[in-house]
Nanobody, 121 residues
Framework: QVQLVESGGGLVQAGGSLRLSCAASGHAFSRLWMGWFRQTPGKERERVAFINGRGDAYYVDSVRGRFTISYDNANDTLDLQMNSLKPEDSAVYYC???????????????WGKGTLVTVSS
């Protein structure tokens, strides 16, 4: 059974940092695309960052240079280091794996339940 379990969300002041982690189990995740999406009420889900088995990483323009995605093959953990956080980064962040990583995640195969990130101004 595939499981993606996020952790690391919370409340932080603008300019601060958080590190999200996603513990993955039940699949050979190193062979899949994996990444993070986020969503706020009333808005569409947004692809934030994703990475493949070769370590090629892609970021949405609004986070490039501030966020870093990485995958620990030994521990099957996907991390998102978020620095210089802004209030507009506030959202529920979802770990995702497999399938087609289109910008809205319609083709993603596996999802975590999400972790809330709140950035205060």
């Amino acid at each position: 059974q595939v499981q993606l379990v996020e952790s690391g969300g919370g409340l932080v002041q603008a300019g601060g940092s958080l590190r999200l982690s996603c513990a993955a189990s039940g699949h050979a995740f190193s062979r899949l695309w994996m990444g993070w999406f986020r969503q706020t009420p009333g808005k569409e889900r947004e692809r934030v960052a994703f990475i493949n088995g070769r370590g090629d990483a892609y970021y949405v323009d609004s986070v490039r240079g501030r966020f870093t995605i990485s995958y620990d093959n030994a521990n099957d953990t996907l991390d998102l280091q978020m620095n210089s956080l802004k209030p507009e980064d506030s959202a529920v962040y979802y770990c995702a794996a497999g399938g087609n990583f289109d910008p809205r995640g319609a083709g993603v195969r596996y999802w975590g339940k999400g972790t809330l990130v709140t950035v205060s101004s």
